[in-house]
């Protein structure tokens, strides 16, 4: 077989799995509710939208109203605790997510997804911490800014759900009560983490129902996040600028070069391996404008795959054959820029928002699991109601680039959701008590959330 016809039929496994997956697991993804679904949604108002998406923004009316009820009484709660004439001491039950700053921005957004869920399910009050110039990247429907109401809470108690790497309460995700006598004696719920470390939390017995209910398509990153976390208007602007030159048919990229640290035990995904996939999409587009949006952790990598892609569709090939005309462009974020707070990673955090964004908007992802960047633009992601999911691309080990049989092939996958992943729950699956990895092992995404980050041996609890 030629490489196209490989790749082809690699690709046509993957979709077959996934259509199985969506037979077998029930029939939540019938045509009839979504219909209804669409109609009752028109009114929705809380979702961000951008005037390029109009027809394809995410809605989920029965999440807005949700959301809409707690604005209100998180407004009414908090007027009240600050009135200086409430003499009670009775102190409203919170959770509190602290982002880690010196993480990427795409790091950042799970933890504060998961918090809010946490808030949502356990009755509580949701606040932020330490998040510095969150204004001037995200427009608010509430103040979660926890300096607000922080000096009243210096006596509570607190229990740490999560912290890092170290402290999680999984048992308690994926099986427990958040409402029992023992985790309502914490004023404070506190996560600090850099993982969507709560994808569990769907399949736990006690808010299956809500989650059926609520958000019945498994979207649940993309429904909280698009409402959660608006981007500032003078972003979202320049996010619709760059998207005015999208045409029929955009396929996003987001290359992850600079990574790993140099030496040849590293893992590296080949700039090759991005340009395949992307070839490989191109055989199903016919008479088409097609755009190409190219997002990179750098310059010389941007560029690099840039000129490749311009090479090959201006060239008299199979392709250029499909009548299609194509475009490549990346936004202006200079990424030789130095980071001052995290210096392997380069760029600004207003570019790193307006890339992941821009991404969120393409019709087709090519992303690698070696970055949780890129599949967090797929989960804040407008276009999430697509049925097709992301296309990862596997990094493979430096010193592997020796052997032709390996570098010459793209390893791939094409997931069923848009979701990011969890990459704690390989750590979850080989350390938790069984009926906690049975419970998780109950999610139906739960071998998509698994698929994260390098194919690397989980640790083992000591
Ligand atoms: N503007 C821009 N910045 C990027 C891009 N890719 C990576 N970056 C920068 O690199 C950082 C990557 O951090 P994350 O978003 O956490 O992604 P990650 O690859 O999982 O990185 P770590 O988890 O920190 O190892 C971002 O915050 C940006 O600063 C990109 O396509 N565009
Ligand atoms: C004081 O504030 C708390 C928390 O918001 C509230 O539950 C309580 O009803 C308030 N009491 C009065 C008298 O307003
Ligand atoms: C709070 O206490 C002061 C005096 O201790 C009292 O005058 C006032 O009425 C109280 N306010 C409320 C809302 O109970
Ligand atoms: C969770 O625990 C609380 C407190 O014990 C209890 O009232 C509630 O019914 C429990 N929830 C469920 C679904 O059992
Ligand atoms: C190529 O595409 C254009 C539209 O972009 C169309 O008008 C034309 O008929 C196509 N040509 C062929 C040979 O299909
Ligand atoms: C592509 O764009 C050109 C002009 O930019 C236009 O003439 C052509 O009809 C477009 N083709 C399709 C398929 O939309
Ligand atoms: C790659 O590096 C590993 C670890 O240093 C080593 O065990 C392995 O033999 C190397 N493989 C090749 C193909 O050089
Ligand atoms: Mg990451």
């Known amino acids: 077989m ?44 809380n979702t961000e939208n951008l005037k390029n998406d109009d027809n394809t923004k995410y809605m989920n009316s029965k999440f807005d109203k949700v959301y809409n009820e707690y604005v209100k009484k998180h407004d009414r709660t908090i007027t009240k605790l600050l009135d ?46 330490g998040y510095s110039n969150f204004e001037k990247y995200f427009e608010k429907d509430f103040d979660h800014n926890w300096d607000t109401v922080s000096y009243l809470y210096k006596e509570s108690s607190a229990k740490d759900l999560h912290i890092r790497d170290e402290v999680n309460d999984f048992t308690l995700v994926a099986r427990g009560n958040f409402s029992s ?32 209910k609520i958000i019945p398509d498994y979207r649940i990153f993309t429904t909280v996040s698009l409402t959660l976390l608006k981007l500032h208007p003078d972003l979202k602007s320049q996010v619709e600028d760059h998207a005015n030159k999208f045409r029929d048919y955009n396929i996003g990229i987001h290359l992850r070069e600079k990574k790993s640290p140099e030496g040849t035990k590293s893992w590296m995904v080949p700039i090759e391996h991005y340009y395949e996939a992307v070839r490989m999409l191109m055989l199903e587009v016919k008479n088409k404008n097609v755009s190409i949006f190219v ?20 060239s008299n090939n199979i392709y250029h054959d499909n009548n299609n005309s194509v475009k490549i462009f ?64 596997n990094p493979i080990k430096k010193n592997w680039t020796e052997n032709l049989q390996v570098v010459d092939k793209i390893w791939m996958w094409g997931a069923i959701s848009s979701e990011p992943c969890m990459y704690m729950s390989k750590l979850l ?19 998509h959330y698994s698929q994260c980050h390098f194919p690397i041996e989980p640790r083992t609890k000591n």
């Open 295 to 314: 997002a990179a952790d750098n310059t010389d990598g941007r560029n690099k795959l840039v000129n490749l892609l311009n090479e090959e569709f201006k």
């Open 181 to 212: 006598e023992e985790i309502n004696s914490y004023d404070i719920l506190r996560v600090y983490t850099i993982d969507y470390i709560c994808a569990p939390l769907s399949s736990n017995p006690y808010y299956k129902e809500w989650f059926n």
């Open 330 to 393: 990346h936004s202006e974020d200079n990424m030789d820029l130095e980071n001052p707070v995290m210096w392997v990673n380069r760029g600004t955090e207003v570019g790193a928002l307006i890339d992941l964004k821009l991404l969120g908007l393409c019709d087709d992802l090519v992303i690698t699991y070696a970055s949780s960047f890129g599949l967090l633009a797929a989960g804040w992601s407008h276009k999430a109601s697509r049925q097709r999911g992301l296309f990862v691309i």
């Open 429 to 447: 699956i080989k350390n938790e008590d069984e009926e906690t990895v049975r419970t998780f092992k109950s999610n139906p995404l739960w071998i």
């Open 2 to 45: 030629t490489k196209p016809l490989v790749i082809l039929s690699i690709l046509l496994n993957v979709t077959t799995f996934s259509i199985l997956l969506l037979l077998i697991n029930t029939n939540r993804f019938t045509c009839i509710p979504e219909l209804v679904e669409t109609k009752e949604a028109t009114n929705s108002i």
């Open 84 to 129: 200086p004439s409430n003499n009670s001491s009775e102190l409203p039950k919170v959770v509190v997510v602290r982002p880690d700053m010196h993480a990427g921005f795409g790091n950042r957004l799970p933890g504060i997804i998961c918090g809010f869920l946490y808030s949502l399910i356990s009755d509580r009050l949701f606040f932020i911490d």
